[in-house]
């Protein structure tokens, strides 16, 4: 299986390729803007995985990484798209630039590489592409909606590409963290509390989870899975999902995951 990975030089990125880089006969292609980071990692996972360090908003990256993927292997079994920041702040202070921001990693940088390996992943079908997006994509909170807006667009998106790619022998499948602990937001304050341990969940179980939507797998799995539950009641009983975030939600969310008032950034490329 030849597998690549966006985002992968840190958080769920790293943790996917080293799950993807224990299958067996697996050769992996990471790929994230910190090169030194990239080379650590394939150092680790020995073998010979394919660095590429691109910053996926780059409208020619795609191309150079198709070439690159093309050249090394002529096939691509799994695209893992990864690669996702957030900026948080509401719409009132951080405005339409945070939006155009969050929305250019988040979803174009995503189906403009896409777009570049279709191709590939159409001739090594049957093959599939794994779209990270988020909890937050089905459930937005105040003071996250940039970030809520680009990974709905990805799901959305995601949605139509299963049904247009599957003659094609291209599976889509999607992922959606909740809380997630990493480097960048250890979320203390909810492992700390008995009462709320259980909405966090591990880059490790996150990447079994693309494993699960991988090559003929799921088409969406929460991580961890009772978040789906809050995605069903917003369709079904959105006031009752509006009154519960309501209030004090976005200063606790704020807190909850480590956040400050400034513009912290959790950037995962």
Avoid: C
């Avoid at 880089?21 to 030194?36: I, M, S, T, Y």
């Avoid at 780059?58 to 893992?80: C, H, K, N, T, Y």
């Avoid at 921001?101 to 794994?130: C, G, H, K, Y």
């Avoid at 369709?235 to 969310?253: I, T, Y």
Wanted: glycine content about 10%; hydrophobic content about 45%.
């Amino acid at each position: 299986m030849i597998a690549l990975i966006t985002g992968a030089s840190s958080g769920i990125g790293e943790a996917t390729a080293r799950r993807l880089a224990r299958e067996p006969g697996a050769q992996v292609v990471l790929v994230a803007r910190r090169r030194e980071r990239l080379d650590a990692l394939a150092a680790e996972l020995g073998g010979t995985p394919l660095v590429l360090a691109e910053d996926l908003t780059d409208p020619e990256a795609g191309a150079r990484i198709a070439e690159a993927v093309s050249e090394r292997f002529g096939l691509l079994d799994l695209l893992v798209n990864n690669a996702g920041a957030a900026w948080r702040g509401t719409f009132g202070d951080k405005g339409t630039e945070n939006l155009r921001r969050t929305m250019d990693i988040n979803f174009f940088a995503q189906a403009q590489l896409t777009e570049a390996l279709l191709p590939l992943l159409r001739a090594s079908a049957p093959s599939a592409v794994v779209n990270v997006a988020s909890t937050a994509g089905r459930v937005a909170r105040g003071g996250t909606g940039a970030y809520s807006a680009s990974k709905a667009a990805l799901i959305a998106w995601s949605d139509a590409l299963l049904l247009e790619e599957a003659p094609h022998g291209v599976h889509v499948g999607i992922v959606n963290p909740g809380f997630v602990s990493t480097e960048g937001f250890p979320q203390r304050e909810l492992v700390e509390s008995a009462r709320t341990r259980w909405l966090v969940s591990t880059v490790e179980k996150v990447a079994e989870a693309i494993v699960d939507a991988g090559p003929g797998g799921r088409a969406e799995r929460y991580v961890p899975r009772p978040y789906g539950l809050a995605a069903a009641l917003r369709a079904v009983a959105p006031r009752v999902v509006r009154r519960a975030l309501g209030g004090g939600a976005a200063a606790s969310f704020t807190t909850a995951t480590g956040a400050d008032a400034a513009d912290r950034a959790k950037v995962e490329a």
